[in-house]
């Protein structure tokens, strides 16, 4: 045995000696004889398990695994234990675990191994298969400790792939939620303005609106006054004509009367037509106050609707900013955990 002082510690706890060793290599002669039919019958009971024989035709063939195990079985007689064969093994343990062969099945082919061998051995030697038989058992024992410490290996590198994954997807996750809680910051900060910007809007343009219905109203009483000047007016046209009448009838003595007259009947039609004018002038501005006022309400109507839509984003952007954090917060504990 030349191996390191752990591997010799380990071999001396299982009870490995140099007589097992030399026992096995003096059955070389009878461990030949029983290879084939160990290996076949090891071989039929492994493909009639479905799972197995999906795993081998998957990554190898039987006529090949078969060869390798008559390699195995008759090294079990080679009478020596150095490096190169925990190599080996460990070798031969990752090739079973990067495939998916699971523990139970790769350990559970020992006992029925053994079992082949032993039902043989009896046959070919029965006068010392007792001893070839403990002695095989121990190489066995020995082999199973290699393979799983080549799982335990193994699955331990792929746990580290997996952690180290997972770590960097956990870097890139925390780094675009804080992208996020500060596009969210940026976003809500904007929202909140344009709600702000529109609710003063709508409010100037409620006071606006106020202002053109005020002056609507003032328009209106001009209006109605200038009736009322319309209607004084035809009186003095009136009383006009009246006096002219009357001057006409006085003869000489009403010609001054006369005159008078005809300055008030003037005066009376020149204030009508200026009435008349006034009046059309205020129909025109009265209808274009309309239009302002119409356009002053669907502004005050859209600027409310903008800041409804506004405080609506805000609601949208502070639920998103919860998520992130709540998020975040995830993150951290994965972090320390």
Do not use: C
Not at 83 to 111: C, E, M, P, Q
Not at 112 to 141: C, E, G, I, Q
Not at 226 to 255: C, Y
């Amino acid at each position: 045995m030349r191996v390191s002082d752990s591997r010799f510690k380990q071999l001396n706890y299982i009870g490995i000696s140099e007589d097992d060793l030399a026992l096995l290599k003096s059955k070389q002669v009878q461990f030949a004889e029983i290879t084939d039919q160990v290996v076949d019958e090891l071989y039929e009971r492994i493909t009639g398990e479905p799972e197995l024989l999906e795993l081998i035709n998957a990554n190898s063939t039987i006529e090949r695994l078969k060869e390798t195990q008559r390699w195995y079985f008759r090294s079990m007689t080679d009478g020596e234990l150095d490096d190169a064969f925990f190599d080996k093994r460990l070798y031969i343990g990752k090739v079973h675990s990067r495939i998916g062969l699971t523990t139970n099945w790769y350990l559970g082919t020992y006992i029925l191994y053994l079992d082949l061998a032993t039902r043989h051995l009896k046959r070919v030697d029965p006068d010392d298969w007792v001893r070839s038989v403990h002695a095989l058992s121990k190489m066995f024992n020995l082999d199973s400790q290699i393979v799983l410490e080549a799982y335990e290996e193994d699955e331990k590198a792929k746990i580290e792939k997996l952690v180290e994954s997972r770590q960097n997807m956990l870097a890139k996750v925390s780094s675009v939620v804080q992208e996020l809680s500060s596009m969210m910051v940026q976003l809500n900060a904007s929202s909140n303005l344009v709600a702000s910007n529109a609710s003063h809007t709508a409010s100037v343009q409620e006071n606006s609106n106020e202002k053109v219905r005020e002056l609507a109203g003032s328009i209106d009483e001009i209006g109605q006054l200038g009736t009322a000047m319309r209607e004084i007016s035809d009186q003095t046209h009136l009383i006009g004509l009246n006096a002219a009448l009357e001057a006409a009838r006085a003869g000489e003595a009403g010609l001054g009367f006369e005159v008078v007259a005809n300055e008030i009947r003037k005066l009376a039609t020149s204030s009508k037509q200026s009435l008349l004018t006034i009046q059309g002038k205020l129909k025109e501005i009265r209808s274009a106050l309309d239009e302002v006022k119409h356009g002053s309400e669907e502004t005050v109507k859209f600027s409310r609707e903008q800041a409804a839509s506004s405080q609506e984003l805000s609601s949208f952007v502070n639920m998103i900013d919860t998520v992130a954090a709540d998020l975040n917060g995830l993150l951290e504990e994965e972090v320390v955990h």
